[in-house]
């Protein structure tokens, strides 16, 4: 039987740092590595829904869901990973970022609009 889900980031953190010290990994997971591991499992999981239509991507074949979950899954290790790295604290950041976006877009102006925050 397999392992539980970790239930929080850090039990997240502690597993995947687990993984990369058992391969001695740790040596290469620099923040500038870690970043451009984001964008390239990013680019991925991206190359998942290229050429698809709205209506394609909102329903896709079990195949193709399971290649998305394991690329949103990299894209979260490595995201986890170069927060570990800095010192930062994910859902702290998350939080922050939200309150700075709900300055930026109130919602009673930008209700129902995809216009960027300078543009309405």
Do not use: C
């Not at 979260?76 to 922050?96: T, W």
């Amino acid at each position: 039987m397999a392992d539980p889900a970790p239930r929080s980031l850090d039990e997240l953190a502690a597993l995947i740092r687990a993984f990369a010290s058992e391969r001695d990994w740790d040596q290469f997971h620099t923040p500038k590595n870690l970043a451009m591991g984001v964008a390239i499992e990013a680019a991925e999981l991206m190359e998942e829904f290229h050429w698809l239509t709205p209506e394609e991507s909102r329903a896709l074949a079990p195949e193709r869901l399971a290649a998305v979950k394991h690329e949103i899954a990299d894209v979260l290790v490595y995201l986890v990973l170069l927060a570990d790295k800095l010192g930062i604290d994910l859902m702290a950041a998350a939080a922050e970022k939200v309150a700075i976006n709900a300055a930026k877009y109130p919602a009673d102006t930008v209700r129902g609009k995809a216009t960027k925050y300078d543009k309405y």
